[in-house]
């Protein structure tokens, strides 16, 4: 079942974390803020918005996703990227959640810098959070509030000598990807801000999730071995059942999935209202043509409202590889019903296939956002 694939989360066992990782944390979900202004760079922020959005998944513990990712402007009034993307920020530096992790891309970053009401949140909210990430001339507001100083950093190479003026204070390095400060990850121009970004992932979940993430994206991630040797293998943000889940996925990535099976039911023994147990052991089961029992376990998971669309399409499977197509329909329109808009699935799960052509799944998949065509 390739949708099974789609949703799973890369948890898996977690290591011993290097040092300077950070400690498990009582919520789980990290905030994670764009910052936009007029005249952004494009990749500058969608680089690092697809990495934190990707690896939100990929890290989570259960149901509950590793990152919040959203996004902070001055107002909510539409925003030009370079002269022809119009973008819609989700807060202001009003109303925005305080944020964990700050990402400043690069462009026409004077917009915050002479900005005296952006510096001021820009400024207590890097102060405050785990991890500013800059992108090009991002760097200019962290060098602004003074917080670059003594440090080495690096930013778009065309913005070397203005950094080293706004910046006296810092160590402003060239031909630098990405530069980690701890608190503060300085990276140069435009794609870089992929490569950092990756690099906190990897700091922050592990670095199975960071490689995880960057092969969603297709995107050549090949950190340096100094810094590669630093990262935890694996995700050190959860407690014990976090870890318990990560190990059962690692049987399921393995392909054992009579080991998985075993695994995900001791874990329901000990908490039998884990919807992402339930919605796993589903997985397991079905891969072995225990194709009733995943039905029961998706059902079980489609108690949990988070869970119940993507658990009823599992059902829908299930049923439709039995030939049990009324039932199949049954539970795609729950499934719908319940928020599950993945029309592309619906049109080319293989499991779906009996019953594309029965009476009702047009109008489910029309539903659904999508059409016949």
């Known amino acids: 079942m390739h949708m099974f694939k789609l949703a799973a989360a890369a948890l898996l066992l977690t290591l011993p974390a290097a040092a300077g990782t950070s400690a498990p ?37 259960g149901i509950t996703p590793a990152f919040r990712v959203y996004t902070v402007a001055a107002s909510r009034e539409p925003l030009l990227s370079q002269g022809f993307v119009k973008i819609l920020p989700e807060f202001t530096f009003d109303d925005a959640p305080a944020p964990d992790l700050i990402v400043f891309p690069g462009g026409s970053s004077d917009r915050l810098t002479e900005n005296e009401k952006a510096m001021a949140w820009a400024t207590k909210a890097m102060n405050a959070a ?43 390095q060239d031909g630098r990807r990405f530069i980690d400060n701890g608190k ?14 990756l690099h906190v992932v990897a700091r922050l979940l592990g670095r199975v999730v960071a490689d995880r993430t960057a092969r969603y994206m297709e995107y050549r991630w090949t950190p340096d071995s100094y810094l590669a040797e630093t990262y935890p293998l694996l995700n050190p943000s959860l407690d ?15 392909k054992d999935l009579q080991g998985a099976e075993e695994a995900w039911r001791a874990i329901l023994a000990k908490d039998s209202k884990n919807a992402f147990a339930w919605y796993r052991l589903g997985f397991a089961l079905h891969g072995m043509g225990k194709l ?5 376990a998706a059902t ?12 009823l399409f599992n059902v829908a499977c299930a049923r439709a590889v039995q030939g049990r197509k009324t039932e199949a329909l049954e539970a795609l329109r729950g499934a719908v019903d319940a928020g599950f808009k993945e029309s592309w699935w619906l049109k080319n799960e293989p499991d779906l296939a009996s019953i594309r052509s029965e009476p009702g799944f047009a109008a489910i998949l029309a539903k659904a956002g999508g059409d016949q065509g």
Do not use: H, W
């Open 25 to 61: 944390r009582a919520t789980y979900t990290r905030n994670v803020a764009i910052v936009l202004y007029d005249g952004v760079e494009i990749l500058d922020f969608a680089g690092p918005s697809e990495v934190f959005k990707a690896a939100s998944g990929f890290g989570r513990s």
């Open 130 to 172: 785990e991890v500013t990430l800059t992108v090009c001339t991002g760097a200019f507001v962290p060098a602004k509030a003074g917080l670059l100083d003594g440090l080495d950093v690096t930013t778009y190479y065309g913005a070397i000598e203005g950094l080293k003026k706004e910046a006296p204070k810092a160590r402003v």
């Open 184 to 197: 503060i990850v300085t990276t140069a121009g435009v794609s870089a801000g992929i490569d950092g970004s």
């Open 240 to 254: 014990a059942q976090g870890r318990s889940m990560q190990q059962a996925q690692l049987l399921e990535e393995a």
């Open 292 to 296: 009733d029992e995943a039905v029961q």
């Open 300 to 311: 079980k998971a489609a108690e949990s409202p988070e869970m119940r669309g993507r658990a």
